[in-house]
């Protein structure tokens, strides 16, 4: 039997379509129950939730305040799954879950295109589901699995338009997608394919009228609701969406999110054990290993190479650090440990089937292990103040002044309690205390300002108390 027909043999059909299942079981687990994390998941599932209860899709709010931080298709996204499944915690994780189950499925037709090989995209998909962190963040309503997901269409097209160019156009119409996704994040794709074409010595592609003709029509899916915003807002929107959502965050951590430049190299090895280590240490393999590749393998690798080199390196400056800011890197470092492990196999020739099965069970074995040993493997992330949330809810109304002092994670309030909240500092707190109007407060009970606050006998009364949280009301 040849190499080809081994790399091609039709068991690994039917291996993928046992990976695609357990990777749908695998995305789709709990997604109905547990409690939203703060403070991102909350943050798109309250946006979203406002559009629906005020009917505004086109100019978003956050705390019953106009918000506009982040471009808006993922919000219409959520906001749609709410209308169809209501607003929970299933219609805020379902858009992102189906876009990192399709990354999985989107993975293997890749690297099977690239490689001429069922073996490494078979590899590559179950490798990807064995990063924890690519699972965990394409269970989380968050944008950095449909980010991912589009990383991935655009380099797939971009490879078919190698050989038929007419599918070049649509490099652009998804990188518009993305840009409505995560804004500049979306230029992670022209910028692979830009190091791609000078290391590979394709440049000449970029001049391609197709090529070019589809980010004329992926402007085009971006302006209107930009330039609405603008139109509206004026410098406002400036300022918030681009100066502060995304220079701020490049220059000077925001929210005290910070790392230095190997920060990410740490967040792949430590969130990722075993695969973050391999990954690693495959990538250098790799690229020494080149010189040896001709052809459109060759052209493949450098394509990997430099998808990785651009994705790290650009979070890597980028001076506000958070851990899933990197994800659409994991679906390339999974296709070169493939391609390593393959590599691996084939050396040994009268052992290589016996040595891709063990491989096969090893890489099968992880995220099974993994979720099992997962504590948050019901995604219930907050339920101390879900419960809060809830209790806050179901004592007071819409107009009811709602007080917050000391609390950090007030998106995943705001998301169930469904009110509208202040924060107030400890003199503010006096002075409502002092007054007569009714009032509802949640505050941490580290600083015991509410020892103080009942000494004070301003008839407060306590409708819920946690380990960490004191919730009252004065009648």
């Not at 230095?260 to 790799?286: E, R």
């Not at 096969?360 to 995220?367: D, E, K, N, Q, V």
Request: hydrophobic share 50%; glycine share 6%; with cysteine.
């Amino acid at each position: 039997m040849t190499t080809n027909s081994i790399e091609n043999h039709r068991h690994y059909d039917i291996f993928a379509v046992g990976l695609f299942l357990l990777s749908a079981a695998y995305f789709s687990y709990k997604l109905w129950g547990g409690s939203l994390y703060a403070w991102d998941e909350g943050w798109y599932g309250e946006v979203a939730r406002e559009a629906v209860e005020g009917k505004e899709w086109l100019t978003f709010h956050y705390n019953y305040q106009t918000w506009m931080q982040k471009p808006p298709l993922f919000i219409w996204m959520v906001a749609a799954a709410f209308k169809v499944f209501g607003i929970n915690e299933f219609g805020e994780r379902i858009p992102s879950a189906i876009f990192g189950f399709g990354s999985v499925i989107l993975l293997y037709f890749l690297a099977r295109e690239l490689f001429s090989s069922k073996r490494i995209a078979f590899l590559s998909s179950l490798t990807l589901i064995g990063f924890n962190q690519f699972v965990k963040q394409g269970k989380m309503g968050m944008t950095d699995a449909p980010l991912t997901f589009f990383i991935l269409l655009a380099i797939y097209f971009f490879w078919l338009g190698r050989k038929k160019e007419r599918n070049l156009v649509y490099v652009g119409i998804i990188t518009g997608l993305a840009f409505m996704i995560k804004s500049f994040a979306a230029f992670q794709i022209p910028m692979i394919i830009a190091l791609f074409s000078l290391a590979s010595g394709e440049i000449k592609r970029l001049a391609n009228i197709k090529f070019i003709s589809g980010f004329v029509i992926g402007l085009v899916i971006c302006l209107p609701w930009h330039l609405y915003q603008y139109h509206i807002y004026g410098k406002q929107f400036v300022d918030e969406y681009f100066f502060r959502q995304i220079f701020a965050r490049a220059i000077a951590p925001a929210d005290n999110n910070a790392g230095n430049f190997l920060y990410y190299f740490k967040v792949l090895i430590v969130k990722n054990i075993p695969l973050g280590i391999a990954s690693l240490l495959t990538t250098p393999y790799i690229l020494f290993s080149l010189r040896k590749e001709e052809g459109d393998r060759r052209s493949a690798l450098i394509l990997l190479i430099s998808a990785v080199t651009v994705i790290i390196l650009l979070f890597s400056l980028v001076r506000t650090k958070l851990p899933w800011y990197v994800l659409p890197a994991y679906p390339f470092l999974s296709m070169l440990t493939a391609v390593s492990l393959t590599k691996f196999a084939g050396k040994a020739e009268t052992h290589r089937n016996k040595i891709t099965a063990l491989v096969i069970i090893a890489l099968t074995a992880i995220p099974i292990l993994r979720f099992v040993l997962d504590k948050h493997k019901n995604l219930d992330y907050m339920p101390e103040l879900k419960s809060v949330s809830l209790t806050i809810k179901n004592h007071s109304g819409k107009s009811d002044k709602l007080l917050l002092y000391g609390v950090a994670e007030e998106t995943v309030l705001l998301f169930y309690s469904e009110r509208g909240m202040y924060r107030v500092s400890k003199d503010d707190l006096l002075a409502t205390a002092s007054g007569t109007r009714h009032f509802i407060c949640l505050m941490e009970k580290k600083d015991g300002f509410f020892e103080k606050l009942k000494e004070k006998k301003y008839g407060l009364t306590i409708l819920k108390e946690t380990d960490d949280l004191i919730l009252y009301e004065r009648p």
